[in-house]
């Protein structure tokens, strides 16, 4: 297998743990372990007691139970745990595509999708979002692009790193043409929960029978660390091929992060309400710095997430502009450049020190 080099991950391994503040960040703020224990009565006894030996291949149980609890009619059957949304990724590319495969992936978008299909072997036939559209979808567009060989459509909504959302017509439109072939549709959902300006979607797995819901506790419930992820699919093929090549890959999940997450999920509208609320308090102050440096900076209001993508103005070179930002003021934004945009850089504000950065940012600029 020959992939290539990960830009967006490259980027954040050299500047992440430098930079004093997140600018960019795609996760939202997180919290003290203690924090998550306290949610229920006998955690903290349950931790310490638990038995440090592997876990089931699919997930625990209780894990599955808590994920099939966020679906309507999806039971524990029809859940896969994974370690982390890029394993799910992985699993889904390479278990689904062969040499001669097309994958319909939508653009920009983080940097595994397109990268793993075609180390899968298959072509990758991209389904543009513009900055000129609002990063909305053109019409009918997607009907185009369906081929022959088409064999999974990759869809993320709401969407990294714009902060759009697809509207439920467009969304039921496109569930429908893949329908009409039997097209797989992997939605990354990763962000679901987090609509602050757009109406939640149902999730791709309640409403197709081959789509597959990709769900992680990194972004909406601030709990990156904790490294799990699952799928949730009705099609127990598509899900069966994805377990199998799981006992290529990490085999089972972490015990205690098992135990951590089904515990969040079962509180999932608390954790996803918190960040939710930073969001909310935050975006006010993007709109305030963009006001300010309208001469800089422009940008679609995102409607959804804890990302948008921001048009940089009279800078010929992002990159070495993030950089030195990061190296010099401590504040980190991401260049637009890992997405394959090279004007645009991406905004985050899901963190509580967002008020500090934008303040280090702006005393930079001078």
């Known amino acids: 297998m020959r992939i290539a080099p990960f830009e967006i991950e490259r980027y954040y391994e050299r500047w992440e743990f430098t930079a004093e503040l997140m600018l960019s960040s795609s996760d939202c703020e997180s919290m003290a372990l203690h924090e998550l224990i306290a949610f229920e009565p006998g955690a903290e006894r349950r931790m310490l007691d638990l038995r440090l030996g592997y876990t089931e ?19 524990v059957e029809d859940v896969l745990s994974v370690a982390a949304a890029e394993e799910a990724l992985f699993l889904a590319f390479h278990a689904l595509l062969e040499p001669g495969d097309e994958a319909i992936v939508e653009m920009p978008c983080y940097g595994s999708p397109p990268a793993l299909a075609r180390s899968a072997g298959a072509a990758v036939i991209p389904w543009l979002r513009r900055s000129e559209d609002g990063w909305a979808h053109r019409p009918g567009e997607l009907s185009e ?29 496109v569930l429908e043409l893949a329908a009409e072939r039997e097209i797989p549709v992997l939605c990354d959902e990763v962000y679901r929960g987090l609509e602050h300006g757009a109406r939640q979607l149902p999730a791709g797995v309640e409403r197709y029978e081959r789509a597959i819901s990709l769900g992680a506790v990194s972004k909406a419930q601030g709990l990156p660390g904790l490294r799990i992820a699952w799928v949730a699919c009705r099609d127990s093929e598509l899900l069966r091929r994805m377990r199998e090549l799981k006992l290529y890959t990490t085999i089972c999940s972490s015990a205690p992060s098992e135990l951590l997450v089904a515990l969040a999920l079962r509180h999932n509208d608390a954790l996803t309400g918190r960040s939710l609320a930073t969001v909310q308090r935050n975006l006010p102050l993007i709109d305030g710095l963009l006001e300010r440096r309208s001469d800089l900076l422009t940008w679609t209001r995102p409607v959804a997430g804890a990302t948008g993508f921001a048009r940089l103005h009279g800078i010929d070179d992002v990159r070495g502009w993030c950089e030195g930002l990061a190296r010099d003021a401590g504040v980190l934004l991401l260049p637009g450049s890992v997405y394959g945009v090279d004007d645009h850089v991406r905004l985050g504000f899901g963190r509580a020190d967002l008020p500090q950065a934008i303040e280090r940012l702006e005393a930079a600029l001078g």
């Open 57 to 75: 291949v699919a997930g625990s149980a209780e894990l599955r139970d808590a994920v099939a609890g966020l679906y309507r009619g999806v039971g």
């Open 145 to 173: 692009l369906i081929g022959a060989n088409t064999r999974l459509i990759y869809l993320n909504s709401p969407h990294n790193p714009t902060g759009h959302s697809l509207g439920e017509e467009e969304f039921a439109g």
